[in-house]
Antibody
Framework: EVQLVESGGGLVQPGGSLRLSCAASGFTFSSHWMSWVRQAPGKGLEWVAN????????YYVDPVKGRFTISRDNAKNSLYLQMNSLRAEDTAVYYC?????????????WGQGTLVTVSS | DIQMTQSPSTLSASVGDRVTITCRAS??????LAWYQQKPGKAPKLLIY???SLESGVPSRFSGSGSGTEFTLTITSLQPDDFATYYC?????????FGQGTKLEIK
């Protein structure tokens, strides 16, 4: 059974940093692109970042470029999101999601999400 | 960036109804479109990918159609479990973008 379990969320002050983790199981992690998607309270979904199977390619949405870094450790079946210079508008539930297959981009499995709150 | 516009934003319907949600892209995305269902406090669930392919395990009352810039999600014979929010998602090009969501409510 495919499982994605996020952790690392919490309350952080504006300008602070946080590192999210996503533990994957039930599939060959190194065979899939992975993503982070976020959802601000009461709002819609926003794609944040993608990372290629081997970590060699990364893509970001403009508002997080230069502040967030997506990475992975295939030996540990883990995905990460390092978030620096956090702003109030980064407050959201952050989901880890698996991209179905190489030439696709749709998310076939999602984690349960971890809440990040940026507030003083 | 490609803008995705869903309509309607809210839809009231009854059990047994047939409903259609529309998603329009600001430029052509070929068939690179997915539909997700989300219930309060839960992660989104994939329903349809590549515009019209039904995800494994999803009931056949869900169907998707369209290509280019106009797409539809149709649910025939609504069931109580179908009342949720639905999002379209384009993955033709970066940045990936989602529609603003359509909340399907019980009439």
């Amino acid at each position: 059974e495919v499982q994605l379990v996020e952790s690392g969320g919490g309350l952080v002050q504006p300008g602070g940093s946080l590192r999210l983790s996503c533990a994957a199981s039930g599939f060959t992690f190194s065979s899939h692109w992975m993503s982070w998607v976020r959802q601000a309270p009461g709002k819609g979904l926003e794609w944040v970042a993608n990372i290629k199977k081997d970590g060699s390619q990364k893509y970001y949405v403009d508002p997080v470029k230069g502040r967030f870094t997506i990475s992975r450790d295939n030996a540990k079946n883990s995905l990460y999101l390092q978030m620096n210079s956090l702003r109030a508008e980064d407050t959201a539930v952050y989901y880890c999601a698996r991209i179905d297959y190489d030439s696709s981009g749709h998310f076939d499995y999602w984690g349960q999400g971890t809440l990040v709150t940026v507030s003083s | 960036d490609i803008q995705m516009t869903q309509s309607p934003s809210t839809l009231s319907a009854s059990v047994g109804d047939r409903v259609t949600i529309t998603c329009r892209a600001s430029q052509s995305i070929s068939s690179w479109l997915a539909w997700y269902q989300q219930k309060p406090g839960k992660a989104p669930k994939l329903l349809i990918y590549k515009a019209s392919s039904l995800e494994s395990g999803v009931p056949s009352r869900f169907s998707g159609s369209g290509s280019g810039t106009e797409f539809t999600l149709t649910i025939t014979s609504l069931q109580p479990d179908d009342f949720a929010t639905y999002y379209c998602h384009q993955y033709n090009s970066y940045p990936y973008t989602f529609g603003q969501g359509t909340k399907l409510e019980i009439k």
